[in-house]
T-cell receptor, first 110, second 115 residues
Framework: GQQLNQSPQSMFIQEGEDVSMNCTSSSIFNTWLWYKQDPGEGPVLLIALYKAGELTSNGRLTAQFGITRKDSFLNISASIPSDVGIYFCAGRTNAGKSTFGDGTTLTVKP | GAVVSQHPSWVICKSGTSVKIECRSLDFQATTMFWYRQFPKQSLMLMATSNEGSKATYEQGVEKDKFLINHASLTLSTLTVTSAHPEDSSFYIC???????????FGEGSRLTVL
C-alpha cells in the first residue's frame, strides 16, 4: 500500500525559531494535507494543498505541494509555546482515503 | 465550521463485551465516513471506509466481523468493536466527507480501554 515517510520524527526547539518538516511518498497523491493533533483529540486541519507546486500560507505556517506530487513540506516561522503538538502530513486520493505520515512531535522551549 | 462529533469520548469495558462508537456529522450530510485507529505515539491507520446505504470497505488486515460498521443515515456511522480484548484498546477516530463540498472533517476521537 501507499506509505508516507515523515521527518523529522521529533524536534526540540527554542521559542522564536523556525521549524521545517516534510513528507515523501512512494506514490502520487491528488491532495496533501497537514494536521496538528493535541493529546487525546482528533487531528485538526492546518493547511490543504490541491495542486502540484502550490504554496499556501496560514498565518505563520507555510506548506508546499511538491511538483512531483510525491512530497510536501510544512514550515512554521517564529515558533511559540502553543505550537507544541504532533504534526501529521496526509496524502489523500480522489476517493477521500487519507494516508498519514508517522508524525513529527514538536516541543518548543520558552 | 463543520463539526463531526464522536460519542463516547472514552469508554472502559470488560474483555468479551462489545462497544459501539458513534460518529455524527452535525451540520452537513456525509455519504462517506472513514474510521481510523491510532495507538499511542503512532500515526492514524485507516480501518475502513463507511458508505451510506451500503457495506463498508475494509482495509487489508482489518477483520470486518470484529469491527462492525453501520452507516444507516447521511449523518451517522457507527463502529462496533465486538468481543473486545485488551489489544483492541486504542484511540478510534472518524472523519466525514461533506457530500457537497467534499471537504473532510475529523471527529474528536474515542478512547477505548478494554480491561
Amino acid at each position: 500500500g501507499q506509505q508516507l515517510n515523515q521527518s523529522p520524527q521529533s524536534m526540540f526547539i527554542q521559542e522564536g525559531e523556525d521549524v521545517s518538516m516534510n513528507c515523501t511518498s512512494s506514490s502520487i497523491f491528488n491532495t496533501w494535507l497537514w494536521y496538528k493533533q493535541d493529546p487525546g483529540e482528533g487531528p485538526v486541519l492546518l493547511i490543504a494543498l490541491y495542486k502540484a507546486g502550490e504554496l499556501t500560507s496560514n498565518g505563520r505556517l507555510t506548506a508546499q505541494f511538491g511538483i512531483t506530487r510525491k512530497d510536501s513540506f510544512l514550515n512554521i516561522s517564529a515558533s511559540i509555546p502553543s505550537d507544541v503538538g504532533i504534526y501529521f502530513c496526509a496524502g489523500r486520493t480522489n476517493a477521500g482515503k487519507s494516508t498519514f505520515g508517522d508524525g513529527t512531535t514538536l516541543t518548543v522551549k520558552p | 465550521g463543520a463539526v463531526v462529533s464522536q460519542h463516547p469520548s472514552w469508554v472502559i469495558c470488560k474483555s468479551g463485551t462489545s462497544v459501539k462508537i458513534e460518529c455524527r456529522s452535525l451540520d452537513f450530510q456525509a455519504t462517506t465516513m472513514f474510521w481510523y485507529r491510532q495507538f499511542p505515539k503512532q500515526s492514524l491507520m485507516l480501518m475502513a471506509t463507511s458508505n451510506e446505504g451500503s457495506k463498508a470497505t475494509y482495509e487489508q488486515g482489518v477483520e470486518k466481523d470484529k469491527f462492525l460498521i453501520n452507516h444507516a443515515s447521511l449523518t451517522l456511522s457507527t463502529l462496533t468493536v465486538t468481543s473486545a480484548h485488551p489489544e483492541d484498546s486504542s484511540f478510534y477516530i472518524c472523519s466525514a466527507s461533506d457530500s457537497r463540498s467534499r471537504e473532510l472533517f475529523f471527529g474528536e476521537g474515542s478512547r477505548l480501554t478494554v480491561l
